[in-house]
């Protein structure tokens, strides 16, 4: 059965709501194993056993947290075994221009380096959902419809 992981780092509880709501969208998909942790309960080798990784961080100085940047260190180990595979990154801040894109690219940035597949999104967040702040009902849809099509993408690939 296809797994998707979902890892996140949350300090104030913003991008730790975002991953549930995540979770609940990819959980509509009937067939698929989906998996919500803390950066912290991650081994690395679980992203080999994944087939969808979508990965969240409140936005620190225009970044990830740097608990999702050593995962993502570490996760050189693993160069080229990620390929195929279907990424995503969300991310939350305290202001509209408190570098929430910029985190979002670094991650992706990260996953299109081990070879795995974006899917933008012509609605809402093109690169990933962003929340200011606690998620409102905008961003409620917005975490539910990003689990969704990644539960779909990750169902359609081999």
């Known amino acids: ?24 969208g990819a959980k ?9 942790k803390k950066v912290e309960e991650v081994k690395v080798e679980e992203l080999l056993k994944a087939d969808g990784i979508i990965i969240g961080s409140p936005t620190y100085y225009g970044s ?15 160069h080229g075994k990620l390929e195929g595979k279907i990424g995503a990154a969300f991310s939350s801040s305290a202001n509209i221009g408190g570098g929430n894109e910029t985190t979002i690219t670094d991650i992706l940035k990260a996953l299109l380096i081990h070879g795995m597949l974006i899917q933008g999104d012509p609605e809402g967040g093109h690169y ?31």
Do not use: H
């Open 1 to 24: 059965m296809k797994k998707i992981l979902i890892i996140y780092y949350s300090s104030t509880g913003n991008t730790e709501k975002m991953a549930k709501l995540i979770e609940e």
């Open 28 to 36: 509509k998909e009937e067939g698929l194993v989906v998996a919500t």
């Open 64 to 78: 990830m947290a740097a608990q999702i940047k050593e995962l993502l260190d570490k996760s050189v180990t693993f």
């Open 128 to 158: 990933g959902v962003v929340s200011i702040g606690a998620p409102d009902s905008r961003v409620e849809a917005q975490c539910r419809r990003l689990g969704e099509r990644v539960a779909k993408l990750v169902k359609r690939t081999i």
